[in-house]
């Protein structure tokens, strides 16, 4: 089945420590998103990638970049974690302007110790 | 600003009987709304979209552009339908799908 498969599922790191979350797709969208959701939360975006063009999103943290080498594959780095950040890490995809809705995968829940 | 607001955090009601889940926004343009739905440990999904006029497992959500609600609704509660629940709107322009802060629907035997 065609879809958003997040890696990992669950990912526990240091305060301060670099640290990389990926997803990948096999829908052949054109446009990947990662949002932050804390526990009873709505998902809150982060930034998206329009093809290769990269949306940063006003309040995102300069902590957190993101890449997109090809299109099948998106990751999210967070540069220096803090406690503050320990969240469920979604990545979602849709075909241009997304009124098909969207693609989410399993999300990596992140902890910070 | 535009948002989405859903009133009810919590619902619950029991087996059988009509359900109804408020979702009102805030919008300029014409909005394109949607209704993601979560159940326990499953992936956020799509549940209907407004644009397709579409009933999926028996839910219904209608536009109405004078309340500026889009609220979800099905006459008669399985137990399976016990999720979390989300209406979505998208940003045109900024490529961007905001959601509401959910509805935790509990369908009691």
């Known amino acids: 089945d065609a879809m958003v498969i997040q890696n990992p599922r669950y990912q526990v790191t240091q305060f301060g420590k670099p640290v990389t979350l990926s997803c990948s797709q096999t829908l052949n969208h054109n446009v990947m998103y990662w949002y932050q959701q804390k526990s009873s939360q709505a998902p809150k975006l982060l930034f998206h990638y329009y093809d290769k063009d990269f949306n940063n999103e006003a309040d995102t943290p300069d902590n957190f970049q993101s890449r997109r080498p090809n299109t099948s594959f998106c990751f999210l780095d967070i540069r220096s974690p803090g406690l503050g950040d320990a969240a469920m890490y979604l990545c979602?995809?849709?075909?241009?302007?997304?009124?098909?809705?969207?693609?989410f995968g399993s999300g990596t829940r992140l902890t910070v110790v | 600003a535009q948002r989405v607001t859903q009133p009810e955090k919590l619902l619950s009601v029991f087996k059988g009987a009509p359900v109804e889940l408020k979702c009102n926004y805030s919008y300029s343009g014409s909005p394109e709304l949607f209704w993601y739905v979560q159940y326990s440990r499953q992936r956020l999904q799509l549940l209907l979209r407004?644009?397709s006029r579409e009933s999926i497992k028996g839910f219904t959500a209608d536009l109405n552009k004078g309340e500026t609600s889009f609220h979800l609704k099905k006459p008669f509660a399985q137990e399976e339908d016990s999720a979390m629940y989300y209406c979505?709107?998208?940003?045109?322009?900024?490529?961007?799908?905001?959601f509401g802060q959910g509805t935790r629907l509990t369908i009691n035997p």
């Open positions: 979505a709107l998208i940003i045109q322009g900024a490529q961007k799908l905001v």
């Open positions: 407004h644009i």
């Open positions: 979602a995809t849709s075909r241009d302007l997304g009124i098909y809705g969207y693609t």
